[in-house]
């Protein structure tokens, strides 16, 4: 990636000079971070993907930050199946279902990793979006009443009732 004579001495300091480009090589040999890159020296994600589209190489070298996920989304890289990131620190992050939704993550998925009834409670997300996000009526029928209206403040029949007509 091309890079400006002040991020050149940014990066590499005003002794190792010239460089016109920045390369993936470089990135690991500085141990430099996608919100180093980002922040520091005001690199766009475009210019970042451009540098290395492969999400394998970011996701291996180390230095993403949950937090770097969402402005990922030409990757799109999904917390769950790529960073293994668990249910409950997955809802800390405070995402919304369309930002949920932008990095791959599903319903099903979400089940896989051990969301229940009651930490979809902590989503504080709609019944519509928790059904954009792929919840089925299949899914809501192995709840109990309490869990439903608990969730949802309906029961498991007029829960149903309601996805099977959206």
Not at 56 to 61: D, F
Not at 69 to 79: H, K, T, V, W
Not at 122 to 130: A, G, P, Q, V
Request: glycine content about 6%; some cysteine.
């Amino acid at each position: 990636m091309h890079i400006t004579p002040r991020a050149s001495i940014q990066i590499f300091g005003w002794f190792d000079q010239p460089h016109t480009v920045l390369m993936w090589s470089d990135v690991k040999t500085l141990n430099l971070t996608w919100r180093m890159l980002r922040e520091e020296f005001e690199f766009t994600p475009q210019q970042l993907f451009s540098l290395q589209a492969d999400k394998q190489e970011w996701i291996h070298r180390g230095g993403l930050r949950l937090s770097d996920l969402p402005e990922m989304s030409m990757f799109p890289i999904n917390p769950l199946r790529d960073m293994r990131v668990d249910i409950g620190e997955l809802c800390t992050t405070q995402w919304d279902h369309e930002t949920l939704s932008s990095m791959g993550v599903s319903y099903q998925q979400m089940q896989e990793f051990g969301i229940t009834p009651s930490i979809m409670q902590f989503y504080r997300f709609s019944l519509s979006s928790w059904v954009s996000l792929g919840l089925q009526s299949t899914h809501v029928k192995t709840w109990t009443d309490k869990d439903a209206i608990a969730t949802f403040g309906l029961g498991v029949p007029e829960i149903c009732r309601i996805i099977d007509g959206l």
